[in-house]
């Protein structure tokens, strides 16, 4: 999981320019001088070699399809720019760079919660004119995690949402809908099953995942389109915030879960001690592996809300365009090439969701990986994170008070209260 803290920009200061002009700096490492309002109009039209900036614990996805581009731009050559491995080094280092204009690292593959953010802060170049790319192939919630105010402000590069895993050896099909889940789990008890669920409610960004899940499967929202007002206080997002609580309290879901990472929930499902978990599609995975209690007893299916499936909590990866980049033209078409058929056919492979629709309905990837028509269901009806700049401070809010309403230190009604105040402080 991953956040984002907002920072403000800072402006280069003319002296310091000038004199790392008379050193001699080239354009790619060091301050452009210009600010970002002015650089967005620059170089649109702009060739030649670019790097491409990740996270090193996903580059092995990309390398391939860097290789691929490399091989027929000769003249247009991606060089890849690994970032630490911790999301927050990620971030502080991509933000250290922007804020001071430097074009060192021209595409960035940005966690989807980071996007909102760095777009604020005027450092992604708009996906507009003739830097604008189709996306009308791509699944529609990932566009709008990469859309800021109506204006998209980075291509979709790969997505993720969590799903609904199930023992088959205990129930033949999914629930239906929430009620259906929470009535079978007699069958859990009756069979000697330790927990009837688990999923992520320690005290970090998977409890804001779930909190938002089932606020949003029961028809709420967190923040409203200006990803500022607060409206977690409305009916429907306290409904979904106590049947969290309920489902806690209650026994359904387990009460080791607020110990809970996604690890421990892969261990607890794949360990057969519960009938029920929701998880990333990577556990299918797990599941299948030797060892495994549950190989060959595992079905998959979209979360589920009142009245049906749920709205699963997005995940992926954005990549934006450096606004002080010199060549947006090869990385606006960069990105477009990671969105071809080849490329996001790999992603699949490779256990990374893509982002192109057409990718979920290819047969023989269904026979390979059978949880991707429900992943594509659940991708479809998908909410993103709040889409707000002061993400970090947002979250912080989501889990302290969700915290408050598991653990009993709250009511439902004052934790949503509560967490309204702290969002609307975060956003000031």
């Not at 969590?162 to 009535?183: F, G, M, S, V």
């Not at 079978?184 to 005290?203: E, F, P, Y």
């Not at 809010?397 to 009604?413: C, E, H, K």
Request: aromatic share 8%; hydrophobic share 40%; net charge negative.
């Amino acid at each position: 999981m991953r956040s984002f803290n907002t920072r403000s920009r800072v402006a280069v200061a003319a002296s310091a320019v000038a004199l790392l002009a008379l050193a001699g700096c080239s354009s790619d490492d060091s301050g452009s001088g210009a600010s970002a309002s002015d650089a967005a109009t620059q170089n649109l039209d702009g060739r030649g070699a670019i790097s491409f900036a990740m996270g090193k614990n996903d580059t092995d996805k990309l390398q391939p399809v860097i290789a691929k581009w490399n091989a027929t731009h000769p003249d247009e050559q991606v060089s890849l720019k690994e970032l630490p491995g911790e999301a927050d080094d990620q971030r502080n280092k991509l933000e250290q760079s922007l804020q001071a204009g430097n074009a060192d690292y021209d595409v960035m593959a940005l966690d989807v919660v980071w996007t909102a953010g760095f777009a604020a802060n005027g450092w992604l170049q708009p996906l507009e004119g003739p830097l604008a790319i189709d996306t009308a192939n791509l699944l529609p919630s990932t566009v709008e995690t990469a859309t800021y105010r109506g204006q998209l402000v980075a291509g979709p590069q790969n997505t993720n949402a969590q799903l609904l895993y199930y023992r088959t050896d205990l129930t033949p099909q999914a629930p239906a809908d929430w009620k259906a889940l929470t009535d079978s789990c007699a069958v859990a008890k009756d069979k000697g099953v330790q927990d009837c669920m688990v999923t992520q409610l320690k005290q970090y960004e998977g409890l804001t995942v779930n909190t938002t899940q089932f606020i949003n499967s029961w028809g709420g929202s967190v923040v409203g389109a200006d990803g500022k007002t607060p409206e977690v206080t409305s009916p429907q997002a306290e409904a979904g915030l106590q049947a969290l609580v309920d489902a806690y309290q209650g026994g359904t879901i387990a009460k080791r879960a607020t110990g809970f990472t996604e690890e421990e929930t892969a261990l607890a499902f794949v360990g057969g001690e519960s009938m029920y978990a929701y998880n990333w599609p990577y556990m299918w995975d797990n599941a299948q592996k030797d060892g495994s209690k549950v190989k060959g007893n595992v079905g998959v299916a979209p979360i589920v809300g009142p009245n049906g499936a749920g709205a699963s909590t997005l995940g992926g990866y954005n990549n934006g365009i450096n606004v002080f980049s010199k060549n947006k033209a090869t990385a606006r078409d960069f990105i477009a090439f990671v969105q071809n058929d080849e490329n996001q056919m790999s992603f699949a492979d490779a256990s990374f969701p893509p982002v192109l629709k057409s990718v979920y309905d290819d047969p023989a990837l269904q026979a390979k990986y059978p949880y991707l028509p429900a992943l594509k269901a659940a991708l479809e009806n998908a909410k993103p994170r709040p889409v707000t700049p002061n993400y970090t401070q947002v979250s912080k809010a989501i889990q302290d008070n969700a915290n408050s309403a598991l653990t009993g230190a709250a009511t439902v009604d004052k934790a949503a209260t509560d967490m309204a105040a702290a969002i609307t402080a975060a956003n000031q």
